[in-house]
């Protein structure tokens, strides 16, 4: 049976309700989140057995965290508790042309703090066929890169299947430490999964033609991107979701994926944004899906994006669909009909 581990930081949302902005805010609604707890109940929803991995205080809002993961039937088991905080991202939802807005409060967070000695990757890894983590975890501390990086070179010595999503984060890191720590991370990746602003970010790979600001996307300057960061790191796979920007309420959506040899591109779907908080996650999940399933490169791709298209319409960080939700509209019933 396939198995997944996912690793990284889970934490407390706090959002005012609705379109209210900080400053009018006068309650907020407590979630919690982050990417690969997104992926690992994601997956959990489609099926998979789902393994998350992270660090968190042995008190009751660090067990509210393990308690959400075990709802979706996340394995928890292998999560290492201990440390003081649970870091905790406050949200600011945008509506037309007034972008959505993210402040973290995640400092010296558990897994921020973590020490390699915390996790026994030998038996974490036991029976476990692919590990996903993102740019993100690396991002948090030295510390939390160190762990990262122990995990990849554990994952590969056991040849398991290694995804990444880039997820560059200007809040935490600049570009030069991104590209510094990533590169030592990326050559121990299979298939590697970027937004179309993640590869100029990271590691100036640039798209031609494109102004992600205006909405405008060249899919030939995809194709040369894709290309690049295949070269450049041995990947298998190298996937990317293309965001048209409208405006924070709609958007045009679709993906693309190279496996070294040809590139595949999805449908795009035309959305009307409910939260957008983890859809790129619900891409990677997707995408993990399909390929655990043997499904060929259009098939996964088309399931990869159907499913974010999907969580872009769901309030909180957790994609809440059914593969056969998703396969109904990867298969062309975008209708919204009431479903008796």
Not at 30 to 55: C, D, M, P, R, S
Not at 177 to 192: F, H, N, S, T, W
Not at 199 to 219: E, H, M, P
Request: charged share 25%; glycine share 10%.
């Amino acid at each position: 049976m396939n198995k997944v581990i996912t690793f990284g930081e889970i934490m407390l949302r706090l959002a005012p309700v609705g379109y209210y902005r900080f400053v009018q805010a006068g309650s907020y609604g407590a979630t919690y989140g982050g990417g690969e707890a997104n992926v690992a109940i994601a997956l959990a929803n489609f099926g998979i057995a789902t393994a998350f991995v992270t660090k968190l205080p042995k008190h009751e809002i660090g067990q509210a965290a393990v308690n959400t993961l075990r709802q979706f039937g996340v394995d928890t088991s292998m999560i290492v508790r201990g440390g003081d905080r649970v870091g905790i991202y406050y949200l600011e939802k945008g509506a037309a042309q007034r972008a959505s807005k993210v402040i973290y409060d995640r400092s010296h967070s558990a897994i921020a703090d973590a020490e390699t000695s915390d996790f026994n990757w030998d038996v974490i890894f036991k029976d476990v066929s692919w590990f996903h983590f993102t740019g993100i975890t690396p991002a948090l501390s030295d510390k939390a890169a160190a762990v990262t990086m122990e995990a990849v070179k554990a994952a590969k010595g056991k040849n398991i299947t290694v995804s990444c999503d880039l997820n560059y984060r200007k809040n935490l890191w600049s570009r030069e430490k991104a590209k510094e720590v990533m590169g030592r991370l990326v050559p121990y990746v299979d298939i590697c999964i970027a937004n179309e602003e993640d590869a100029s970010d990271v590691f100036g790979i640039k798209a031609k033609n494109t102004d992600v600001n205006s909405g405008a996307l060249n899919r030939e300057g995809y194709k040369e991107v894709a290309k690049a960061l295949t070269d450049r790191f041995g990947f298998k796979k190298t996937a990317i979701t293309l965001r048209e920007s409208i405006s924070a309420n709609d958007n045009n959506w679709g993906g693309m994926l190279f496996d070294g040899k040809d590139y595949f591109f999805s449908r795009n779907y035309a959305i009307h944004i409910v939260d957008r908080v983890g859809g790129g996650d619900s891409f990677g999940a997707g995408l993990i899906y399909g390929s655990l399933q043997g499904w060929s490169s259009q098939e996964t791709l088309e399931f990869a994006v159907a499913a974010s298209c999907l969580k872009h319409s769901i309030e909180g960080d957790f994609n809440m669909v059914s593969v056969d939700e998703v396969k109904k509209l990867a298969g062309g019933d975008a209708s919204g009909r009431v479903q008796r």
